[in-house]
C-alpha cells in the first residue's frame, strides 16, 4: 500500500487496525497486550513447531527436530543459528516477493488486486505461527490464479491448481500424518500445505509476469504512432 501509495488504501487499513486494538485494549487491559508484547511474541518469533501449525518456520524448525508431532513436555526451544536461518529465509523469499512485484512501475486496479492476493499468500508463508484456519486467506490468491485460468490455461496449471486446492482446503494430509510414527517421513508431509502454497506462489507471480509483458506490447504500437 505504502509502496504503491495508495494512501486510501493505508488509512483504511490504519482505522481498522486502530479499532480493533482499542477494542482489545478496552475489553482485555493493557497488561496482556503488553506480556504479549514483551514476553510472548518474542519467544513465537522464530515459528513454533508441531504439524496443525503450516508457515515455512515450523516446517525447517520441524526438518531440524526430524518430526511433526510433540507432546507437551518436549523442549521447543532451537539454537540461535536456526532462529537466525529462519528469519534470513522469511526476509530473503519477502524480498524477492517484493522485488519482482515492484519491477512494474505503474500498477492498474487489476495489478494492484493480484498483488493484493499474492501479499496474502506470501503472509501466510512467512508468518511465525500460523494455524489452519489462517489459510481462509489463501482464497485470494486462489480466485485469481483462477480468473487468470479462464479460456487459455493449460491442463497442467488447472490440475495443479484443482490439486492445491484440495490440499489447502482439506484435513486429509494431517489425517495421514497422524497415523505415521514420529520421523522424517512425518516431517516431510507436515511439508505440504508449504508445497502447495508455493506452487500457488509461483502461479501468481508467473500471472503478473505475463500482465506486465501484455501491457508492454499493447503500449508499443501507441508509442510508435505517436
Known amino acids: 500500500m505504502l509502496l504503491r501509495r495508495q494512501w486510501k488504501w493505508l488509512l483504511s487499513y490504519s482505522a481498522t487496525l486502530?479499532?480493533?486494538?482499542?477494542?482489545?485494549?478496552?475489553?482485555?487491559?493493557?497488561?496482556?497486550?503488553?506480556?504479549?508484547?514483551?514476553?510472548?511474541?518474542?519467544?513465537?518469533?522464530?515459528?513454533?513447531?508441531?504439524?496443525?501449525?503450516?508457515?515455512?518456520?515450523?516446517v525447517l524448525r520441524n526438518l531440524y527436530l526430524g518430526r511433526a508431532i510433540f507432546q507437551p513436555s518436549d523442549s521447543w526451544q532451537i539454537p540461535?543459528?536456526?532462529?537466525?536461518?529462519?528469519s534470513a529465509a522469511n526476509l530473503s523469499l519477502f524480498a524477492g516477493v517484493l522485488f519482482v512485484l515492484l519491477k512494474r512501475k505503474k500498477?492498474?486496479?487489476?495489478?494492484?488486486?493480484?498483488?493484493?492476493?499474492?501479499?496474502?499468500?506470501?503472509?501466510?508463508?512467512?508468518?511465525p505461527?500460523?494455524?489452519?484456519?489462517?489459510?481462509?486467506?489463501?482464497l485470494l490468491p486462489l480466485i485469481s490464479a483462477s480468473l487468470q485460468s479462464r479460456g487459455s490455461a493449460?491442463?497442467?496449471?488447472?490440475?495443479g491448481l484443482a490439486l492445491i486446492t484440495l490440499t489447502l482446503g482439506t484435513p486429509f494430509s494431517d489425517l495421514l500424518?497422524?497415523?505415521?510414527?514420529?520421523?522424517?517421513?512425518?516431517v516431510l508431509l507436515?511439508?505440504?500445505f508449504l508445497v502447495a502454497s508455493g506452487w500457488l506462489l509461483v502461479f501468481c507471480v508467473q500471472d503478473q509476469r505475463r500482465e506486465r509483458q501484455s501491457a508492454a506490447k499493447s503500449f508499443s504500437p501507441t508509442v510508435i504512432a505517436a
Open 18 to 58: 486502530a479499532i480493533l486494538l482499542g477494542a482489545s485494549v478496552w475489553r482485555l487491559g493493557w497488561q496482556s497486550h503488553w506480556t504479549y508484547v514483551t514476553q510472548v511474541f518474542p519467544l513465537l518469533s522464530n515459528g513454533f513447531e508441531g504439524y496443525p501449525l503450516k508457515s515455512l518456520s515450523t
Open 80 to 86: 540461535t543459528s536456526l532462529g537466525l536461518l529462519i
Open 107 to 127: 500498477a492498474d486496479e487489476v495489478v494492484l488486486s493480484s498483488e493484493l492476493a499474492i501479499g496474502a499468500l506470501v503472509s501466510l508463508i512467512i508468518s
Open 129 to 138: 505461527v500460523v494455524w489452519r484456519h489462517h489459510y481462509v486467506l489463501v
Open 154 to 159: 493449460s491442463n497442467a496449471r488447472l490440475g
Open 177 to 186: 500424518l497422524n497415523h505415521l510414527h514420529p520421523g522424517m517421513l512425518q
Open 190 to 192: 507436515s511439508a505440504v
